[in-house]
């Protein structure tokens, strides 16, 4: 089986309403969109969502490295040779994961398509049933954040990850204000996103919270400052969680050589896609560092890609892939069972992609040949 065409869609996704972070303010998710065609008529979807405050993709530099770069070194390519294709991939061009993902998950649904088997069972098999969905509170007044926690727990959430990252004082009455609004039952994560800074002004903000019985506190300094995690992770009790400064295997053997956090958060947008994150949560494995499968908010493709991941391994005991959940239309149909989502059976990601509306959500788009 060869490689045929390979089509790029550059989408906005539309958000149900403003999703707000330490370091930017989204009103609608970019997407780039690809479609894969073989020889033998079997079609995969891959996504890629490029951060540049995480890998330092733009998304406009992200569109032309796979029509200029990537696209063209992989025509006539076999889509099954994973290991291959992210080889000719990384001699292409260096880093670019996020683009690099795209093409990844739309290999594995190929291939999931061509054996008529869900992508997890190429990867190990199915571990969990089902996950707990966690609802992102993105950064709000504390008043406007308790309340949509308080709303979200009569439909059934029992977690919520709350979005912080802007002033030490503001944070800390933003996180009292939703613990006392959802009471002692659910469970609470802090994602700072960096905005922290340094441990010096992290450690402040954690002695503030360590009564309000938090899970797990995200990424408090920023990504390249592994130090900094270190010396953070000896002063709380407070379990520690590394984001923005886990990308690929290099960064993952010095967070386990300097014991710098309790656990990482894999995100396939950071890594390269399906392949280089089952990597990564080997290695996580060995070093019994339990996973979590983040998102950057993709649609229904990137999303149940990180599911797939997510249910074939036990180390990933946590999931955060709510982008469908946030878009006011999508482009497939990954089926969340607020608050569980159960993955189905059908090959490859197991959806089904909405030509029509992804043509509508386009601005521009070409095909490789």
């Not at 972070?21 to 065609?37: A, H, L, R």
């Not at 002004?201 to 995690?229: G, N, Y």
């Not at 649609?299 to 991941?309: L, P, Q, T």
């Amino acid at each position: 089986m060869k490689i045929k065409s390979i089509e790029l869609f550059a989408t906005h996704l539309p958000l149900h309403d403003p999703f707000i972070v330490s370091y930017d303010t989204y009103y609608y998710m970019t997407s780039i969109i690809v479609k894969i065609e073989t020889d033998e008529g079997i079609v995969g979807y891959g996504e890629s969502v490029p951060d540049e405050h995480v890998t330092g993709e733009s998304f406009e530099g992200t569109y032309h490295v796979l029509k200029e770069k990537i696209a063209p070194a992989l025509i006539g390519r076999d889509p099954m040779k994973i290991e291959k294709l992210h080889d000719i991939m990384d001699s292409a061009i260096y880093g670019v994961p996020a683009a690099k993902a795209a093409i990844d998950i739309a290999c594995f649904d190929i291939i999931g398509k061509k054996w008529g088997q869900p992508a997890y069972q190429l990867i190990g098999g199915r571990f969990h049933e089902k996950f707990p969905i966690t609802h992102v509170l993105s950064i709000g007044d504390p008043e406007q954040m308790a309340e949509e926690a308080s709303v979200m727990m009569k439909k059934g959430y029992e977690s919520f990850k709350m979005k912080v990252g802007t002033d030490v004082k503001s944070d800390v009455e933003r996180i009292k204000a939703v613990r006392e609004t959802v009471g002692d039952h659910p469970a609470i994560r802090v994602d700072v996103n960096q905005g922290w800074k340094n441990s010096a002004t992290a450690l402040v903000a954690i002695r503030a919270l360590k009564d309000l019985d938090i899970d797990w506190i995200e990424q408090p300094v920023v990504a390249d400052d592994i130090d900094a995690m270190v010396e953070i992770k000896s002063k709380t009790d407070i379990p520690l969680m590394i984001d923005e400064g886990l990308k690929g295997s290099r960064e993952m053997r010095e967070i386990i050589g300097k014991q710098a956090a309790h656990k990482v958060n894999i995100k396939l947008m950071k890594c390269g896609g399906i392949y280089p994150a089952v990597k990564l949560a080997h290695q996580a494995e060995m070093a019994g560092i339990e996973c979590q499968i983040g998102s950057m908010v993709e649609s229904s493709i990137g999303s149940s890609a990180g599911f797939h991941v997510a249910f074939s391994k036990k180390i990933i005991t946590s999931v955060e892939l709510t982008g469908p959940l946030k878009f006011s239309k999508d482009i497939g149909n990954l089926h969340y069972d607020v608050p569980f989502i159960c993955l189905n059976e059908k090959p490859g990601l197991g959806i089904d992609v909405d030509e029509q509306t992804l043509r509508e959500l386009t601005q521009y788009k070409d095909t490789i040949r």
